[in-house]
């Protein structure tokens, strides 16, 4: 696959379990792919160098800076967003969570975190707090601080704990 | 910001990929997981003509016990080694310091040779490849691959001995000798951050290697005798290094650093449990 720069290049890929395709240039970002050419909006772009962590969404279900991947990176890959979490309408438990914890105010860093903590809770289902602020470590809150994000997070693991032990 | 506009490429197999560095030279940049070229493209420290993606070479993502080392092929994250079960047994310095390398999230794309191939001076791979005594393997279209030391591959801030139409394609790490003990720790702002001062040991019978990132150009490692005064020698080191101030940190507190954790470290004061909280590899 050669792209040349002044090329478009059609990106086809499965974005929230849809199949979905647009024309992206070599240079553009994948996070701007997402909001640009497939209307994704709900991830946020911070930094743009891969600090901040706003931009976070899942790539073949890893969470990634989608501000340090190309649009052409992901052709044919599976890419998960913030958007894929509510089902109908509904609010997923960690997103319910970060409502009951206060884990968030202006909302602008939220999208990433969650996106991070949905991959970290499918992988570790009895964090402990320090596992839990090690994975925070990743994104950066300037206004709710990050007390009420880690109770959230968890809370969660708790209860799914409980959820698993209940219908064995 | 947003990179300049180049083309792209992106080989599937690793003849494709170094015709095509042989080809365009210094105009080429290679990309793997991009969790360091890809922030310096965004803000434009580098404006390559093409960027070739070794990620999709699958040849190149192997890890591989191999003539008494660990081989990583160039496509291979630090994830990846992460989870490679016989780590902690095989190399343990590199089970304790792939933790502190970045964020999750960036060792689930970022590569381990990636991050040898950038050869920032407070980067935790270049540490752990200079204390071991580590090789990198580079290929270009012609002849032998070539092999170069840790110790000969750093040269300098982001400056390393590969050539414009070399291919970085391994890197190995030394298996755990018998007797030896292994020892990482690190001093960031915050977990996950540069390190001001980063330390490795390889703690062997009669002597000690200890590798300092994130205060000299590169990493440095000195061997030291196990039978001469601690204290003298970490202070030796310490000074030699010629550590400057920055807005992170002081030159006399990264002084202050290597004399004190390296004698924690080598002294194994510091064992495990600083970090035992935050489990590896998870």
Redesign the interface.
């Known amino acids: 696959m050669y792209v040349r720069l002044d090329e478009r290049y059609r990106v086809t890929l499965t974005l929230n379990g849809r199949e979905r395709s647009a024309y992206a240039e070599p240079r553009t970002q994948l996070c701007d792919f997402l909001r640009h050419s497939l209307g994704a909006t709900g991830t946020h772009v911070g930094c743009e160098h891969g600090v901040c962590g706003a931009c976070t969404v899942m790539v073949d279900g890893r969470a990634t800076r989608s501000c340090l991947m190309l649009a052409v990176q992901v052709e044919g890959r599976r890419v998960e967003t913030i958007e894929s979490l509510a089902k109908e309408g509904e609010l997923n438990d960690l997103q319910r969570a970060f409502r009951e914890h206060h884990a968030l105010q202006c909302g602008f860093c939220t999208a990433g975190i969650l996106m991070s903590c949905h991959e970290f809770l499918g992988r570790v289902t009895d964090p402990s707090e320090a596992e839990v602020r090690d994975m925070l470590s990743g994104h950066l809150c300037r206004c709710t601080g990050y007390t009420g994000i880690v109770q959230a997070v968890l809370a969660v693991a708790r209860a799914r704990q409980n959820n698993r032990q209940e219908t064995p | ?10 080989p599937t197999t690793r003849r494709e990929a170094i015709e095509q560095l042989v080809e365009r030279g210094e105009d080429a940049r290679i990309i793997a997981g ?2 360091s070229l ?2 310096v ?3 434009r420290l580098s404006q390559p ?1 093409v ?1 070739i ?1 070794i ?1 999709g070479v699958d040849e190149l993502r192997y890890i591989e016990r191999r003539d008494g080392y660990l081989a990583v092929g160039a496509a291979t994250t630090q ?1 990846e080694l992460a989870e490679y079960a016989a780590l902690a047994d095989e190399v343990p310095l590199l089970a304790q310091m792939l ?1 502190w390398i ?5 060792r ?2 970022g590569t381990v040779c990636g991050s040898i191939a950038h050869a920032d001076p407070s980067a935790e791979l270049p540490l752990c490849l200079a204390t071991l005594g580590g090789e990198v393997v580079l290929e270009t279209k012609r002849g032998k691959p070539r092999r170069v030391t840790g110790d000969d591959f750093f040269q300098g801030i982001l400056t390393t001995a590969r050539r414009p139409h070399e291919l970085i394609t391994e890197v190995r790490f030394p298996l755990s000798k018998a007797g030896h003990r292994y020892r990482f720790q690190e001093v960031a702002m ?3 951050d540069f390190a001001i001062v980063a330390l490795a040991v390889d703690i062997g019978e009669t002597e000690y290697h200890l590798g300092v990132g994130g205060v000299a150009d590169r990493p440095v490692v000195r061997r030291i005798p196990r039978d001469v005064d601690l204290d003298d020698a970490l202070n030796t080191l310490a000074w030699s290094l010629e550590a400057q101030d920055d807005i992170h940190a002081s030159a006399t507190y990264r002084r202050h650093l290597v004399r004190e954790m390296g004698r924690r470290l080598m002294t194994e004061e510091i064992v495990q449990e600083e970090t035992a ?3 590896p590899a ?1």
């Open positions: 910001m947003k990179p300049a506009a180049f083309d792209y490429y992106r991009g969790q890809m922030a493209l965004n803000m003509r960027l993606d990620s994830a933790p970045g964020h999750f999230q960036t689930n794309r915050r977990h996950g909280d935050v489990r998870r």
